[in-house]
């Protein structure tokens, strides 16, 4: 198998979800706006992924970025996850499932491998199950045949990445959750990772945390810094060893995004806002 280009590890992660007919048009936006990295789904319910594809051909078409240093990340979803548009048949065993979803993936994407390839969610909230491991042997098989570099895991607990980790030889080098601040940040989750050198990748960074955005720590560095609260929110998630993901629709947003890498954080500022509501 030759060896594939390999687009670095991103810091930012452009999301692709919920943007319906405003998907190919957003992708390039992005793009233009200095993304190199994009985070999609095989999962029509919730994202677009031909419509990816089409952004990402019109950005190679005007010269913005080409597929080799680019990142590109999809998933793999199953059915309870899906509505009736599916990427595979739902009678097929869920190894073969992975094999049609990945396939239909690189047709949508028009590409012939991914640089990640993650699991949207373990079937069961309670643990790792039998029919997660063997979407996950399917998932290593995949890898292992050239269509994506690395392999990830999404929306998993604690419990799952332990039960996970006894289960197969083969560790995700991403685990992509919702970062909920009155949750530590994920800190359990968060902790495991950085103990594997297992890149964690946070998303609802801004949705899911409005009272960081709120509080006067945040405002108040902000305003000192003349950056605004989501930047110090995304400035404090890289510096906590995170790679956040924006789903932004606004131009000016994807810039600031982007820029808030470049602002350093006070470390006692880190330290406050790690514990700041939970
Ligand atoms: N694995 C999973 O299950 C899962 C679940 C959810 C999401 N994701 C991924 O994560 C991506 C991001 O989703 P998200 O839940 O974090 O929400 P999001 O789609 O990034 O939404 C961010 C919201 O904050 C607003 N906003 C305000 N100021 C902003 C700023 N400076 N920068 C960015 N946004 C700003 C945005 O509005 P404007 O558009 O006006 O900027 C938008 O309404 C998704 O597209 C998807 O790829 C994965």
Sequence with gaps: MPAKPSAPIPDFLYGTAW???RTPALTTLALRNG?????TANQRRHYFEAGVGEGLAEAYREGVVTR???FLQTKFTYQPGQDHRLPYDPEAALSAQVAQSMASSLEHLGTDYVDSYVLHGPSSGYGWTDADAEVWEAMTKERDAGRTRLLGVSNVSLRHLEQMATAHADAPAFVQNRCYARLGWDR???AFCRERKIIYQ???LLTANAEVLD????????TR???TPAQIVFSFAHSVGMLPLTGTSDATHMRQDLASLD???PQDVIQAMESLSG
Excluded at 35 to 39: L, M, P, Q, S, T
Excluded at 215 to 222: I, W
């Design 19 to 21: 943007k319906e007919a």
């Design 263 to 265: 602002l350093t954080l």
């Design 215 to 222: 509080h006067p720590l945040v405002t108040t560095l902000a």
């Design 202 to 204: 946070g998303f609802s």
């Design 225 to 227: 810094a003349g950056a």
């Design 35 to 39: 993304f190199r990295a994009i985070d």
């Design 68 to 70: 080799a240093n680019l």
């Design 188 to 190: 359990a989750v968060r």
